[in-house]
């Protein structure tokens, strides 16, 4: 049997947090703004009131300055016109390095301009910060735990997986970058019916590979891949393992899909700090002891029907004879039935040991426990908060992803038409994350199995993924971060550097980038406040989009252009190629220099 129980957490020691200079504008504004009213109500231009906390976005249309504030939510508790109280704002808001101007907007807007000299400065903040620019306080002192993938060993990593596997790391990149440490875990899954008949699979294959006459039923795992494995066995050991039992069988097949499960993920740079093996909580008694202890807070009954079954149902199990089983009475947290924890033949089904789990998860003392699950999960993620909540633990650190389900669309080479890619992994129709790479690439896996939000569908084109044009996102974002690094070749070539670069010859398009660089920030604690780590891809196709025709139009080494106006472009695309670099890393791709 395989026993793997590993925990340790990954902290990258060479940052230091707290010793970065970019600004969160956003947050910077919101706290002068509340400076203002708070000055207000002291002169009495404003009554006293709670400030609400109200956000600062960009405003939806260009030429509305950088960030604007709304007024309106202040109208009610300060019993004014929103046009008057930003009017009052303004009147009271301290200076900053950052603002050049402020604009009064109807119907109560406060719109705030960005000082240009200011932007400029921000070039040599970026360089200087590097992958680490922007690396927020939000999670300083706090460890999160992001368990993500948890598949069965009982096969290779399918394409629903593969979505688990990207939205779970780039989540724990992303609470990297907001400050937290981040423990990586896998909760190896490896009790239960599915592994009995992952060994018979496995047995039969082999006795089918070394001759014998055997019935293969079908719902035993169908894949070619333990046909292949048996057959391996056989030419290994000839017929030496004819008389071992299933158990036997079961510890080899373990053993060789989670091998296979680690070196797939590992091709999309994914790994794991941690995993948890479910026989553990069999082995230490601890299902039976939840078990126990909900019973003892009176959340545990024993009965062959659950209280609220209808006299209909009764009857029928009353006349079959069925034996009592124990139940969870979750009706009493909202559930609309109680659910078996233990069947009647004794064996838990599998929320009593998802109970355990996660109440082992929380004794680890994590500020954050996330969760990445399918929606098929979803009345079970419920259920096993019930229980949590049925032995007196708060589950408010506990927060669950849940995934809409991913389809592989692709041409079918005669019909010429798109066709959807059937999977079952029992069956042994699938196509899996080796498949993927291997059609597409680890970088086309990672941002396409990204770029969606986890509530919608995801269809998984290959044609489309594959292609090395502008209309393939991928391709658009690597080719910044290419176009940045072929300039500098060129500027080595011809010997000119951006050292001594004065930055105030740089134009209002370089200044567009990094008006658009400086939304990072608010995108990074977007993406971890809320659990939408698709935020990070949709960020950074925005920043490519504004990047390219910038690289259009601003020359470095042209005939037209003076040297020392070259010097601060070229300045300009060493911070632009960090900002790739960074984003592209967040998201766990590669930062190619050529393509």
Known sequence: ???????????????????????????????????????????????EFDIPSIPVNPPKREGQGDLAYPSMALAKPARKKPLDIANIIVEHLPSSEFVDKIEVAPPGFVNVYFSNDYLKQQVETIIEEGDDFFQLDIGEGKVAQVEFVSANPSGPITIGHTRNAIVGDSMA?????????????????????????????LMLRYQQAIGMDVEFPDEYYQGEYLIEYAQELAQEHNDALKDKEWEYFKDLAEARMFDWIKKSLDSVEIKHDAFFNETSLFENKEVWNVLDAMRDNGHVYEAVYWEGESEENIAEFTEKGYEPAQWFRSTTFGDDKDRVM?????VPTYTLPDIAYHKDKLNRDFDLAVNVLGTDHYTEAQVVQWGLKAMDIDPSRVHVIFLQMVRIVKTNPESGEYEVVKM?????????????????????????????????QLDFD????????????????????????????KADEAGLTDEGADLSLLGED????????????????QAVTNFEPHKIAFYTHELASVFHPIYDNVMVLHSDVPEDVAKARLRFYRAAQSVFHRLLKLMGMSAPERM
């Open 342 to 346: 233990v069947k009647a033949d004794g």
């Open 1 to 47: 049997m395989i026993y793997l129980l590993e925990f340790y957490i990954h902290v990258d020691p060479s940052r230091t947090k707290g010793s970065h200079n970019l600004k969160q504008l956003n947050k910077e504004l919101e706290q002068l703004i509340t400076q203002a009213i708070q000055s207000a109500q002291s002169a009495g231009e404003l009554p």
């Open 424 to 456: 079952s992994k029992r069956a042994g129709n699938f196509e899996t994350l080796d498949d993927l790479v291997e059609m597409t690439s680890a970088d086309a896996v990672r941002y396409h199995m990204l770029a969606r939000s986890p509530k919608s």
């Open 510 to 525: 370089e200044l567009k980038f990094i008006r658009k660089v400086l939304e990072l920030g608010a995108t990074i604690e």
């Open 173 to 201: 990149r992303l609470l990297e970058a907001a400050g937290y440490e981040v423990q990586r875990e896998y909760y190896f899954n490896n009790a239960g019916n599915q592994m009995i008949i992952l060994g018979n699979s």
């Open 462 to 489: 290959v044609d489309k993924v594959v292609e090395q044009t502008n209309d393939n996102p991928v391709y658009y974002i690597q080719n910044a971060h290419v176009r940045c690094a072929g300039i500098f070749r």
